[in-house]
């Protein structure tokens, strides 16, 4: 079982940062991703890593260049660094549990309960 808790969600205006962290209880050999979720929207990956050190990074197009994601083994925590919010990247932001690097949420077994990202105009 893993367990998972996202923080560092709030509320910004566009061209501004923020880092969203996911800290995993249990095992840290999982890929970890982000996904989002707008009000009316189905759930989109944002980005994935693989668990070992010099993981392989996936990002969706929309975040490529803005957003990059890390992990701390040691603190068995997953980072999201967003930066040049735009108002598009309006949602609650949830972090995953999976076997693989994947897109699809499908593919991952753990979720987070997700933390709001709201960036105003």
């Known amino acids: 079982q893993v367990q998972l808790v996202e923080s560092g969600g709030g509320l910004v205006q566009a061209g501004d940062s923020l880092r969203l962290a996911c800290a995993a209880s249990?095992?840290?050999?999982?890929?970890m991703g982000w996904f989002r979720q707008a009000p009316g929207k189905e759930r989109e990956f944002v980005a994935a890593?693989?668990?070992?050190?010099?993981?392989?990074?996936n990002y969706a197009d929309s975040v490529k260049g803005r957003f990059t994601i890390s992990r701390d083994s040691a603190k068995n925590t997953v980072y999201l660094q967003m930066n040049s919010l735009e108002p598009e990247d309006t949602a609650v932001y949830y972090c995953a549990a999976g076997r693989e690097v994947a897109a699809r949420p499908i593919e991952y077994d753990y979720w987070g309960q997700g933390t709001q990202v709201t960036v105003s105009s």
């Open positions: 890593i693989g668990w070992w050190s010099g993981s392989i990074r």
């Open positions: 249990g095992s840290n050999r999982y890929a």
